[in-house]
């Protein structure tokens, strides 16, 4: 009986495959989510201190309103009550008038001091609200960066998926939108599609 012939090749073992790159559009992907990640991480912070300048600028208009409101009703009670003072000083002595005479002349300067406090406060409560206005364009700049880079992340995570660079090309149009929104509000630029504000509003 022969012994089996032994192939020296049977003992090699088969060499292991090379790992595969990565490719180019995951990379591609993978640099712009970073980006735009950090550029939405950045506006998150800056939009969150806008919403608090925001609310105290609501919460002081709203006191300043409410101050002007009791302004208001002392200056009508201070007029009510120089009316009466003054009809009733008419039929009174010129013994008794000077009592009468000085009670008007404190009710006449309380009017006009409370007639200037509330006019004093409806200027602060018109500041208060041109200071929110202004807070809140801004607050729609990052509102519209936010929702455009988080379509541009979604649209990048299925371009990595398909592996199509057209889906990539067309993720950059929300990125490119969401940039300049979010560099807009950072830098205060008058950049505000008013209509698209509206609409996700």
Known sequence: MRPMDINPLDSVEPASEAPARPSRLNASVAISVALLST?????KVKDDNIV????????????????????????????????QLRL???DKPAGQRAAYDEAIV????LAEEQAQKKAQLQKDALADQQTYDALNYRDDQFDLADAAIAISIALLAVASLTQLWWLFFLALVPAGFGTLMG???????KIHPGLLAQLLS
């Open 39 to 43: 550029l939405m991480g950045i506006c």
């Open 52 to 83: 608090q300048a925001m609310q105290q600028a609501q919460a002081d208009k709203i006191d300043h309103w409410a101050y002007y409101q009791a302004r208001n009703l002392r200056e009508e009670v201070a007029k009510a009550t120089l009316v």
């Open 88 to 90: 009733q000083a008419v």
């Open 106 to 109: 404190h009710y006449q300067k």
């Open 183 to 189: 560099i807009a509000g950072l830098a205060s630029w």
